[in-house]
């Protein structure tokens, strides 16, 4: 079964802090790296993604990836109430030609002001 | 505001009716999905068309019967369907390739009764 995992949470950090949002998964033959935002109601809305090793970063977020460990992470630096979501860390399963992606649980965040 | 138009916003619908779903997008992508979600769950894929044939079917059960009239439309038959499969109903596309992200719909809200 392979196996995307996140922190449940709920993460709460108060505004201006950094938020670390972790995720591992089981299927070393994994390529493809994305995070999602998803408010309450509403569809996931794409954030990041990353297919190598190291970091990338996009204005106040940052993804990090380490296949070795199996590990993706997400930093969100100076965090806003109106980053309040639930975030999905989702695979693109291994030896698939399109978008099969496992999604984690998700993990909800709460900015406080 | 998403590139991927999904309609109706919310249907309710008898467990004897008929109904569909409908998506659309003009991005160029020639895969397409439908990813069921239920509450604070994440999304869990149903199908997957690329290049306008179908290519992935979760195992869905046949009550659900979805269709690519082109490039562009994907569509989801609703039939003899059950209280259990109210839930928010996601229409994602992406461009060709494992690497390539996916883009969701805003979804449609389903509810059975």
């Known amino acids: 079964q392979k196996e995307v995992e996140q922190n449940s949470g709920p993460l709460s950090v108060p505004e201006g802090a950094i938020a670390s949002l972790n995720c591992t998964y089981s299927?070393?033959?994994?390529?493809?790296f994305f995070w999602y935002r998803q408010y309450s109601g509403k569809s996931p809305e794409l954030i990041m993604f990353?297919?190598?090793?190291g970091d990338k970063e996009d204005g106040r977020f940052t993804a990090q990836l380490n296949k070795a460990s199996q590990y993706v992470s997400l930093l969100i630096r100076d965090s806003q109430p109106s980053d309040s979501a639930t975030y999905l860390c989702?695979?693109?399963?291994?030896?698939?030609?399109?978008?099969?992606?496992?999604f984690g649980q998700g993990t909800i965040l709460t900015v406080h002001p | 505001d998403t590139e991927v138009t999904q309609t109706p916003k919310h249907l309710v619908m008898g467990m004897t009716n008929k109904k569909s779903l409908k998506c659309e997008q003009h991005?160029?992508?020639?895969?397409m999905y439908w990813y069921k979600q239920k509450a604070k769950k994440p999304p869990e894929l149903m199908f997957v068309?690329?290049?306008?044939?179908?290519?992935i079917n979760e195992s869905v059960p046949s009550r659900f019967s979805p269709e690519c009239p082109n490039s562009s439309l994907l569509n989801l038959h609703l039939h003899a369907l059950q209280p259990e499969d109210s839930a928010l109903y996601l229409c994602?596309?992406?461009?060709?390739?494992?690497?390539?992200?996916?883009?969701f719909g805003n979804g449609t809200r389903l509810t059975v009764t």
């Open positions: 994602a596309s992406s461009q060709e390739g494992r690497n390539s992200p996916l883009h």
């Open positions: 068309y690329s290049y306008e044939k179908l290519s």
């Open positions: 990353i297919y190598s090793n």
């Open positions: 299927d070393r033959g994994s390529q493809s």
């Open positions: 989702a695979v693109n399963a291994g030896g698939t030609s399109y978008g099969k992606l496992t």
């Open positions: 991005m160029g992508h020639r895969a």
